[in-house]
């Protein structure tokens, strides 16, 4: 697992299958982005099976191919998409093109899995609600910095179990490394990213509707602003907002690509969710100058104080829940309605936002 380059950053767990091999087939189109290793990990380790990958880059194809040995390289995506046994399709595309892979997935029968973030115009998102509504097929999104975290999915049944009360407020920090020269030229083109909040803020807007059980929000205020990349105009390295809740709670976060090479992992994410009877602190990827952990917790309530370290302890049940969603048209894993709202509000974040630098 790669934990000093976020790009590259793919969770492994242990395998924990929900369906017989072959029961549930996929594929994986488009490797623009890292973050496909983790969702075909998670998809594999739930009892997945992956027939084939397509990216007309081969060199993407050939890395791809050595991690998951057992997948057919197909010479088009029509041909995935074509397979009457690929029942979903994953993908990593340029932010950008993510949307129109969604389309011509659903198009052609399928559901799809996308990682974040799933839009970069919100004429994009009517496009996939609207095909969604009119195919009932899903367009799922990887919000990765909760389904592939143990300590975020430890927090969420702590939560529901009702370890701190009501949650009204969630603070989020989501650092990253900017490592600029492994990053493709996509990365820093406006058009094709979208903007740190739409990128990388749409992990944190997706935490706060999850933990604080909100249907909906209003972005009171953002900003973003390029601090120290000015060989980069087109990049945002620095982004926050605020926001208000339909059941009232409130949450503010900051994204940015100004984690020092010192920092043993690509960013020392954290998440802070208080309620009205306690409160939870994440520290997701690594202990500040501490040994090396990550997946800590940190509970207090009116019982006491705990610290947990959960890593390999919790699991990641999104990726089986999909699976099963998928083949019995149910919603366990993650609503539509909270995929596509996620999204909205980065965009509307992203529009708003205030340039400070």
């Keep these: 697992m790669q934990k000093r380059d ?19 087939v996929f594929g994986a ?12 990990n998670g998809l594999t380790e739930a009892g997945a099976t992956l027939k084939w990958v397509y990216d007309p880059d081969p060199a993407k194809v050939e890395a791809f191919a050595k991690k998951f040995p057992r997948t057919r390289i197909a010479r088009s995506e029509r041909e995935v998409l074509e397979d009457g046994e690929v029942r979903l399709i ?7 093109e993510r949307c129109a892979l969604g389309l011509r997935t659903m198009d052609h029968g399928k559901d799809y899995f996308t990682d974040k973030c799933p839009f970069t115009t919100l004429e994009q998102l009517g496009q996939a609600k609207a095909r969604a509504a009119q195919t009932k097929l899903k367009y799922m999104v990887y919000y990765s910095e909760r389904l592939h975290v143990e300590c975020a999915v430890h927090a969420g049944t702590l939560i529901e179990q009702g370890a701190i009360g009501r949650v009204v407020q969630t603070i989020g920090m989501g650092p990253h490394r900017l490592s600029a020269a492994s990053r493709p030229a ?13 990128d990388i803020g749409s992990h944190q807007i997706e935490q706060f509707l999850h933990y604080t059980g909100a249907n909906d929000a209003t972005v009171q205020h953002s900003k973003v602003g390029n601090y120290n990349s000015p060989e980069y105009p087109e990049l945002e ?13 409130t949450g503010y976060f900051r994204v940015d690509w ?9 960013g020392d994410g954290r998440t802070f969710i208080l309620g009205t009877e306690g409160f939870i602190e994440l520290r997701k990827y690594t202990e500040l100058a501490r040994k090396d952990e990550r997946n800590v917790l940190y509970l207090a309530n009116h019982e006491g104080e705990q610290r947990m370290n959960l890593s390999g302890k919790v699991g990641y049940p999104f990726f089986g829940k999909l699976i099963l969603d998928c083949l019995n048209r149910t919603e366990e894993a ?7 709202k996620a999204g909205e509000l980065c965009l509307i ?6 340039r400070v630098a």
């Design 334 to 340: 993650m609503t539509q309605a909270h995929a596509f």
């Design 90 to 96: 994953a993908g990593a595309a340029v932010p950008s």
């Design 29 to 40: 189109v488009a490797l623009d982005h890292g973050h496909i290793y983790g969702m075909c």
């Design 186 to 198: 996509w990365f820093f083109e406006r058009d094709k990213y979208g903007g740190i909040l739409c």
């Design 6 to 24: 976020g790009m590259n950053y793919a969770a492994e767990g242990r395998s924990a299958p929900v369906v017989g091999s072959g029961e549930f």
């Design 258 to 266: 100004l984690t020092p090479n010192g920092v043993r992992a690509f």
């Design 237 to 249: 390295d620095f982004g926050d907002a605020t926001l208000v809740a339909d059941n009232g709670a």
């Design 349 to 354: 974040a992203q529009q708003q936002a205030v």
